[in-house]
Each structure stands twice: as structure tokens, then as C-alpha cells.
């Protein structure tokens, strides 16, 4: 049976545009069958705001087997609310023990309805050392795919979203927690080559948590949760990680993620 949608407001984060890519191509497949889709970025959105009459979509990357904490602060603060749809997909390279499960739990403890959930394949975005474009690429199509079908089952309500309690709950909890972000801060902070750095702002305007302060030179202010998007949009390589070799990895161009969709 079809699922009577009319509005769907999708809540996406997407730190080098992996989830982007398939934030587009669901809504792309929403648009086809007559259904109003709204992107909003999460670090731009007041979940206080959301529209409990709409059908929320959530989104963003897996980090450290769960996801950002201010991705995880945003679902944690939406309205109580009574039976309204929600769907989540999240991108990552390989395996996420703790989302799927943990924010159908959330979801669900705040009146929604849990419609599906999907976790897709993409590209490794994390200080990668060799990039393969033609192997990006298919991952990239085989995910858009995904994105397409994934969209279709919420369509045709036959989406799923599983939970397994205990684990996901466990895996969940580091993603969550501060020391967790602390140690990988302690274990290599970015840096700036101020000969390099052009002073463009790209970075400060692109980070989603305002951890860069623009001063003589940007600053990084010591919150950074290793999103990537200021290291992989570097239009001089000006950030770097001491003693690491990598390539700048993005899916999309800049503008694409700082633009109104
Ligand atoms: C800090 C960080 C942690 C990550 N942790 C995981 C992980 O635990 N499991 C996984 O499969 N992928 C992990 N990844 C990979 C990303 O989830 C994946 O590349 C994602 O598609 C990036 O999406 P984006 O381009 O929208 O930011 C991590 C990436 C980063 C930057």
C-alpha cells in the first residue's frame, strides 16, 4: 500500500557531501511522486521549529560509530509530539554499531512514528591516503541507488527500522560522550600553515559548530568533532594534521554545502 505522503522536511548534516548526495537523490525520488521536500541543514535548524505535521527525514554521517554530538543534540532536543513519521538514512565506509538502533529508541520515546531507516555505503572521508576516482565513483553510484530504493520503500511503506537494543545502546554511548571527542582531539588537532592560508574564510564559514575564529588567521577554538569540512575544502591545503599524509576528500563542491537548497 502507498504511504500518503504530502511533505517531507529532511534533516541532513553532511560533512563532504557523501550524505548530501543522498539527501538529493531520495529527495529527487519524493519529487517524482509529487511530494514537497524541504532540505534543512541540521546545524542551521531549531528542532524546536520542526513541523510535527510533516514527515521528518533525518540524515548525516557515522562518526565513531555513532554520529557528531551536535547531530545527536539536535534528535535529542525535537518535540514531544504524537505519531509523527519519521525516517532516518546515514552514510558511512563500513559499519555503525550504534545509530540505527539507539535513535529509533529516541525517536520513538518522543510519539513519533519510526518509517525506515537505512545506512549506505560511501566513501572513506576521513584523511584518506590515496584517492581512486573511478572506485569513488561507483561507490558513489551504488549508493545513489541505494538512496532511490531506500525511497521508493518508504513510498510503498515497506521500509523497515530495526533495532538490536543492547548493542546499539552500547555502541552509541561513546559517540555520544565528551571524552570520546577529547581523546581524539589529544591525539592530533589540526593545524594551520599560515604561509599558505589565503585568508579566504572558507573554513570559518564552513564549520557547522563555529569552532574557527577568524583572527589574523583562522583559530581553531579546541570543539572540533573531525567533521572534515574545513581540512577537505582547504582551497590552499593550508590545514593540515602533523606527520599525516592525505588526500582531500570531497563529494561535492563547497558552495553545494553552504547553499539553500
Ligand atoms: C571522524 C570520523 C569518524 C568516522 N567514523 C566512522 C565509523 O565509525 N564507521 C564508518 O563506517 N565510517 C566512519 N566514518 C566515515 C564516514 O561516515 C563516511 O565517509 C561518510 O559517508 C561521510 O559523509 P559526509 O561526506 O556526508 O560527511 C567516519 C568519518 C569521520 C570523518
Known sequence: ??????????????????????????????????????????????????????????AFPVAVQGTYPFVWDFIKSLPQTENTKIFMVDTLQKFSGGVVGNIKKIVKNKGCEPIGAK???????????????????????????????????????????????????????????????????KAGSWQLDEEKCIKCYLCERMCPIHNIKMNEYPEFLGKCTFCMRCIS?????????????????????????????
Open 119 to 185: 545506512e549506505i555505503k560511501m566513501s572513506n572521508n576521513f584523511l584518506p591516503e590515496s584517492i581512486d576516482e573511478d572506485k569513488i565513483d561507483e561507490i558513489i553510484r551504488k549508493g545513489q541507488e541505494e538512496a532511490a530504493e531506500f525511497a521508493q520503500d518508504i513510498l510503498h511503506n515497506r521500509a523497515e527500522w530495526k533495532r538490536v537494543p543492547v548493542i546499539s545502546d552500547i555502541f552509541s554511548f561513546f559517540s555520544k560522550k565528551n571524552f570520546i571527542w577529547n581523546m581524539m582531539r
Open 233 to 261: 575544502f582547504c582551497p590552499q591545503r593550508a590545514i593540515f594534521l602533523p606527520d599525516k599524509d592525505f588526500v582531500q576528500y570531497r563529494a561535492v563542491k563547497a558552495e553545494e554545502l553552504l547553499e539553500k537548497h
Open 1 to 58: 500500500m502507498k504511504e500518503n505522503i504530502k511533505n517531507i522536511d529532511f534533516y541532513y548534516f553532511s560533512g563532504t557531501g557523501n550524505t548530501l548526495l543522498v539527501v538529493k537523490k531520495m529527495k529527487e525520488v519524493f519529487e517524482d511522486n509529487g511530494i514537497t521536500v524541504t532540505l534543512f541543514p541540521i546545524e542551521k535548524s531549531d528542532p524546536s521549529q520542526v513541523n510535527l505535521q510533516h514527515v521528518i527525514g533525518l
